[in-house]
């Protein structure tokens, strides 16, 4: 198994700082405010070698309630599964009685532990660390995370006290089917994703904007791979203000890009608002599959639940391709159907199709209803080619192409999402026209500079006739 390094320490110390450079990415979200992650994070790192997996946790203070007490919990079950904890401290602020807490909680999970100073520029590294000792947790490491200072000698040294490794691991190369839950805020995302994955995963709480960051899960169900992508709530542009806000909207937006099927949850007992149709608008966007669930869905009446299908049947025409299921996450009714749906879009996104089958769909579709007339001249569309997956792209060759009006090109969407049996995915229609050979060769001009070349009767004197207008043996053209 490999080796599990966890970051743990009081909020705002520069646990995700140390965790984006020791995984050489920008995955965890940084910001100068206090509780930003509040989920476990997880990542793979190398030093010397010596590969690792890196846990990311939120803040533990000591005094946690509510959303607070949710977020320590998920820091300690990181402490549990981890091989080494390295304790953040800040040194600036000095030791405090939470890092005292922290410290006797390692003590008795009898942890290897190393304490990590970190924020040591700027001040004198011999006062700075002396309270640190008062711990007894061993060494102590000074550290400028942020411009990664003592971090690589820190971690050469970390690195030799893991347990060694009783095979050589593979990097994981196939992460399986990856899977974004999407949705407004406090509509059950994360409740969800815990329901999904059978355990407490991620923070849950009855409080808008719990999650703000995207926490990417790896797991398996019945012996296949997928990657779970917990996302942020996304709220209209005018409501959003604060700038954590901003960039947790851009990480749930990178994660729809990077994800092969969306799940968008609605609140069932809200219906269908503008904003549910704004994020399907940014999967189909990107191309992905989609689909919907309707959470919150047994608490309802019968009434409502009739409005709320109807409202469905009206407002989503333009996604009659996505699966709706209705479901109640906190239950777990009707989740597991969802994985159905899920293979199903990527199955769809992900077919291959030949050039000789697509090119007889397009006849057949030509010949049964024809393109319009353009300028007096028929669009002609000749063949149709595979041109990307995920989503589906389908490139059609003819003439005029690019007069192909809306209608007809949703008409082949149509036909071809019917013939391929795809759902759960856009199909994307591109059209090409055919190059004219002789387009740009220059046409021939006389001496006159006229256009055209006169053919027929030379140019001049009338054959055959004088300037009098006789005929060759002198008499008049006229009858008397």
Do not use: C
């Not at 743990?8 to 405010?33: I, W, Y």
């Amino acid at each position: 198994m490999i080796p599990v390094i966890a970051l743990v320490g009081r909020p705002n110390v520069g646990k995700s700082t140390l965790f984006n450079r020791l995984t050489h990415s920008r995955d965890a979200l940084v910001a100068n405010h206090a509780g930003l992650t509040r989920d476990r994070k997880y990542g793979e790192a190398e030093v010397d070698g010596r590969r690792f997996m890196v846990i990311d946790t939120g803040g533990i203070s000591g005094e946690e309630e509510g959303i607070d007490s949710a977020m320590a919990g998920q820091s300690l079950l990181a402490i549990q599964e981890a091989d080494v904890v390295l304790f953040i401290l800040d040194a600036r602020a000095g030791l405090t009685a939470a890092d005292e807490m922290i410290a006797r909680h390692l003590r008795v999970e009898n942890k290897k532990t190393y304490l990590v100073a970190n924020k040591i520029d700027g001040v004198d590294p011999d006062l700075a660390l002396a309270p640190f000792y008062e711990l007894g947790l061993g060494e102590i490491f000074p550290t400028t995370a942020t411009h990664g200072r003592g971090v690589k000698s820190m971690m050469s040294e970390v690195v030799e006290q893991l347990p060694p490794p009783e095979e050589e691991v593979p990097p994981p190369t196939i992460e399986g089917i990856k899977i974004a839950v999407v949705g407004r805020p406090n509509v059950g995302k994360s409740t969800l994703v815990n329901r999904m994955l059978g355990e407490d995963r991620v923070v849950v709480y009855d409080q808008p904007g719990t999650t703000r960051d995207s926490v990417y899960i790896h797991y398996e169900r019945l012996e296949k791979p997928y990657t779970l992508i917990d996302t942020a709530g996304v709220r209209r542009r005018k409501n959003v203000s604060e700038s954590v806000e901003k960039f947790s909207i851009v990480k749930t937006l990178q994660a729809i890009d990077d994800a092969h099927v969306a799940i968008l949850v609605m609140d069932a007992s809200e219906g269908v608002v503008d904003q549910d149709l704004h994020l399907m608008g940014s999967v189909l966007d990107a191309g992905r599959g989609l689909v919907v669930a309707l959470n919150k869905w047994d608490g309802l009446e019968d009434g409502h639940k009739q409005y709320v299908r109807r409202e469905l049947e009206r407002r989503l025409r333009f996604v009659d391709f996505a699966k709706i299921h209705f479901i109640s996450a906190l239950h777990g009714t009707g989740v597991g159907h969802l994985y159905e749906s899920v293979e199903g879009a990527y199955r769809s996104a992900t077919d291959k199709f030949s050039t000789n089958f697509l090119t007889r769909i397009l006849q057949d579709a030509v010949r049964e209803h024809q393109p319009p007339m353009i300028n007096g001249r028929r669009i002609k569309l000749r063949y149709a080619h595979p041109g990307g997956h995920n989503p589906p792209i389908i490139v059609i060759h003819g003439n005029q192409t690019a007069a192909v009006p809306n209608h007809y090109a949703r008409y082949l969407e149509k036909t071809f999402r019917q013939v391929l049996d795809l759902e759960g995915t856009p199909v994307r229609i591109e059209f090409k026209s055919s190059e004219n050979p002789f387009a740009d060769r220059k046409k021939p001009k006389n001496q006159g500079g006229r256009g055209k070349k006169a053919y027929g009767k030379p140019q001049g004197k009338p054959q055959g006739k004088d300037q009098g207008g006789r005929g060759k043996n002198g008499k008049s053209g006229r009858r008397s």
